[in-house]
């Protein structure tokens, strides 16, 4: 993906510049998708809304126009409180509750005006509130189901019941599951009308409990997903069942998490656990089913489907994934991505500045190759990905997962060369150091620093705890002869300090007493010329050479803010960011703020930096998945 005039500023300094190579992944549809929630779609079927969920952010409405992926100016609110339940009427007026405080009641807005229309008696949790297609009733469900007139808030009914539930497009009529005093056990769906007026019930006789219920176009009939994997249809007017069907095929059953009706009712969509996707005719017929992106590796028992005016698409949300838009007659995604759909945890850039990697949480990899600005390869992990190292001779990729293997993928190929599993039982951190010559490794996680081999079935050479620290990280040293380790905080203190320790690389036995340096150590980089360490004095990022020596270097002031650091092979070249920005620093002759650059925007971050062992190459990734690739250059 080439640059586009949407790419953010450059700010030069120091006579440099950051120009942007490569973007992968459209932060469109996904910016913050693990912060947002989707609401629903603008009459004219091109504008996707989405509502932040951020505690700390006065709530706005992003929005997206599904066809070029533009950003449009968002919609802020005037409250501090968090959203706990949405919902939106088919004149794109949506009205979102939120929970002020600790004091139950809910706020109805005008999402399109930014306007707060009334406050009503009662606090939603996530999932509990919906309105009437027409805007004039608000539902609330939790145990019981109250419903609201809008926008004045006054109680229209109220009646015992459980989700799920939904409301009739035309408001007329809602579907709940009756309340149980058995344990364990639900009662059949109801369908009442707003002042708690029972229209039938409909048991599921002999079939499993509903997870998800819907009504057609016309209110005429309900379907409901049930939790054994089925589907089912009944008459409103007679609770008369139509037709049930196992649309998911066989195998281990998954719930149904959620269901729609196609805007012109010839469709009903499902969506299980395992995020599959399905169309169901109206007579019961499935006319397909597709996943809803990769196989989810853990059930989820969230999902959210929301057909378009036009009966064309359909937008698809699920906890661990960023909403996305398939096509409604076949399920093919209509604005694929290509990119990650979860937030950066790893990342890396080979030492010539042509390959780049990245890892996310849900275990996937992906290699581009800055060249020929494509990606190369799409790599599968078991569990987050926590380290990616390219190989000195540029010709492999190191991963690390948190199932505790480390494999080793060529990237002629794009096989697995090797794999190993590291000699530890937790994973909740991990780091790989690879030495120069290729064929050792440091293995760094959960209080422990192995030396791995990566020419040997057998690859831990040795291992040693590093005691009595909050956190440590090592490299080689010394032509490699060496590993020093540099750890933060002394447990049995009360205080901050870094402590330095040398170890033999061969035997890992400890060579010199520990130093301690007050201060707080940020981390340790391997170079060609030893490591550099980095931390906090005062107000000040300090960046220290490797352990004996004493010269000490201030790059940045008020440091408190710095998120992430990176430094090149070369020692040359120094990447910081915060939440916003990255700097380039020059290291040598004199330290100096080079150039900077604003990657993100909106609810994104920075995630992880890269430097290649130039530092001509820059890639950033974000906590929303995206990665930006910078060429640093001298201005003429």
């Given at each position: 993906m080439n640059p586009s005039n949407d790419d953010p500023a450059i700010e030069t300094e120091d006579g440099h510049r950051l120009t942007p190579l490569r973007r992968f992944g459209n932060p469109g549809f996904k910016a913050g998708a693990h912060l947002l929630r989707l609401l629903g779609w603008d009459p004219s079927g091109a504008i996707l809304h989405l509502q932040p969920t951020l505690e700390s952010a006065a709530p706005r409405v992003e929005s997206w126009n599904v066809r070029t992926g533009e950003r449009l100016?968002?919609?802020f609110l005037d409250s501090r409180a968090p959203v706990a339940g949405l919902a939106i009427d088919a004149a794109c007026s949506p009205i979102t509750a939120l929970r002020k405080g600790w004091s139950e009641v809910t706020e109805v807005w005008d999402l399109r005006a930014g306007q707060l229309l009334a406050t009503l008696p009662f606090g939603p949790t996530l999932g509990d509130f919906a309105a009437s297609s027409d805007g004039r009733?608000?539902?609330?469900?939790?145990?019981?189901?109250?419903?609201?007139?809008?926008?004045?808030?006054?109680?229209?009914?109220?009646?015992?019941?459980?989700r799920p539930f939904a409301v009739s497009p035309d408001g007329a009529l809602i579907v709940s599951r009756t309340s149980s005093h058995v344990p364990d056990k639900l009662g059949p769906l109801r369908v009442s009308r707003p002042d708690g007026t029972a229209v039938a019930p409909m048991a599921p006789a002999g079939l499993g409990r509903a997870s998800a219920v819907a009504f057609s176009h016309d209110g005429r009939r309900v379907i409901a997903g049930l939790d054994d994997g089925e589907v089912a249809c009944w008459e409103v007017a007679t609770g008369e069942r139509?037709?049930?069907?196992?649309p998911h095929g066989g195998g281990a059953p998954r719930a149904i998490v959620a269901v729609a009706c196609s805007a012109a009712g010839e469709s009903f969509f499902t969506l299980d656990s395992g995020d599959r996707l399905c169309a169901i005719s109206a007579t019961g017929a499935v006319r397909w089913c597709a996943p809803s992106g990769r196989p989810a590796r853990r059930p989820s028992d969230w999902g959210r489907?929301?057909?378009s005016p036009d009966g064309t698409s359909l937008a698809v949300h699920t906890l661990r994934e960023s909403p996305r838009i398939v096509d409604a007659a076949t399920g093919a995604e209509r604005t694929p991505i290509e990119g990650h759909r979860d937030g950066i945890t790893a990342l890396a850039v080979s030492p010539d500045g042509r390959f780049a990697a990245s890892g996310d949480r849900d275990g996937e990899v992906r290699v581009y190759?800055?060249?020929?600005?494509?990606?190369?390869?799409t790599l599968e992990v078991d569990g987050e990905v926590r380290g990616v190292e390219f190989t000195r001779d540029g010709r492999s990729l190191r991963t690390a997962g948190s199932d505790g293997y480390v494999r080793r993928w060529s990237l002629a190929t794009g096989f697995e060369e090797a794999q190993w599993r590291r000699q530890v039982r937790s994973a909740t951190t991990l780091g790989l150091v690879g030495a120069r010559d290729g064929a050792r490794l440091?293995?760094?996680?959960?209080?422990r620093l192995q030396l791995w081999s990566?020419?040997?079935?057998?690859?831990?050479?040795?291992?040693q705890w590093i005691k009595d620290v909050r956190r440590f990280e090592a490299a080689f040293s010394d032509a490699e002869s060496r590993v020093v380790v540099a750890a933060c905080g002394n447990t049995k203190v009360d205080r901050d300090e870094w402590s330095f320790v040398t170890l033999d690389a061969p035997t890992g036995r400890q060579i010199s007493a520990r130093e301690a340096v007050p201060g707080h150590l940020m981390g340790l980089r391997p170079t060609d010329d030893g490591p550099l360490s980095f931390g906090l004095a005062g107000d000040r990022l300090v960046v220290r050479e490797a352990f004996g020596a004493r010269r000490e270097v201030a790059v940045r002031e008020k440091s408190a803010a710095i998120w992430e650091f990176?430094?090149?092979a070369d020692g040359r070249w120094m990447a910081l960011a915060d939440r916003d920005d990255v700097e380039v620093w020059s290291l040598a002759p004199t330290a100096r703020c080079a150039a900077r650059v604003r990657p993100v925007d909106g609810l994104d971050s920075v995630a992880r930096l890269a430097l290649s062992a130039d530092g001509g190459v820059l890639v950033v990734g974000t906590s929303c998945g995206v990665v930006a690739v910078y060429a640093r250059t001298a201005v003429a």
């Open positions: 100016p968002p919609t009733l608000a539902v609330h469900c939790y145990f019981r189901v109250d419903v609201y007139a809008l926008p004045g808030g006054d109680v229209v009914g109220s009646w015992s019941g459980e139509l037709w049930r069907v196992r489907l929301l057909p190759d800055l060249a020929r600005d494509d990606t190369l390869w440091l293995v760094i996680s959960d209080g990566d020419q040997t079935a057998t690859p831990v050479q040795w291992s990176e430094v090149s």
